[in-house]
């Protein structure tokens, strides 16, 4: 199985990218966590996306807040799928990243999850993976399933309680 590559602009994303760890070890997908800034480790962040391909990788996830380019600046050195979280900051409540890491000019494409959505970042590279990997569909299949349950579950004490 290819492994998901989780790089973060800062070790101040960390409690958005365990959202995406907790779902990524629940769905037993192999995975790495990096902490490259686009601006101030251009080079390391470049020589990551550079690289992926080759060592294992089948999706990225970049998570970035404010200025938010991450996302960008790592599609721009691959070719593999990258998915970007933007991140919630204090100034803009996260729409200054929402935006950076949504526009993306054509050939650059960035899939980008909601403001903070490292756990939808993760099922999205799942399912990115499980395209070629029919036992990782089977465990979204079932993933689905039971989060419907839950709902349902849900549903009857409401319905009983009112």
């Known amino acids: 199985m290819k492994k998901v590559g989780i790089i973060m602009g800062s070790d101040s994303d960390l409690p ?4 995406a760890t907790g779902v990524l070890d629940e769905l037993e997908i192999p995975y ?3 902490i ?7 080079v390391e962040a470049r020589d990551f996306a550079v690289n992926a391909r080759e060592n294992g990788y ?3 996830i970049a998570a970035a807040g404010m ?9 721009a050195n691959t070719t593999l799928p990258v998915i ?15 935006l950076s890491t949504v526009m993306m000019p054509t050939g650059i ?3 980008t999850v909601a403001i903070n959505g490292g756990a939808n970042a993760a099922l999205l590279a799942a399912q990115i993976i499980a ?4 036992a990782l569909a089977e465990k979204l299949n079932n993933k689905r399933a039971n989060d419907a349950a839950v709902v349902l579950e849900k549903d009857a004490a409401v319905m009983n309680n009112l």
Do not use: F, N, Q, W
Not at 36 to 42: F, G, I, K
Not at 131 to 134: G, H, L, N
């Open 84 to 98: 970007g979280i933007p991140c919630k900051s204090s100034v803009l409540d996260g729409m200054d990243a929402l």
């Open 67 to 75: 200025a938010a380019h991450l996302a960008g600046a790592i599609a």
């Open 131 to 134: 395209v070629e990997d029919s």
């Open 32 to 34: 790495e966590v990096h």
């Open 58 to 60: 089948g999706v990225l």
């Open 36 to 42: 490259y800034s686009a601006h101030r480790t251009p």
């Open 16 to 19: 958005i990218i365990r959202k």
């Open 109 to 111: 494409p960035v899939a």
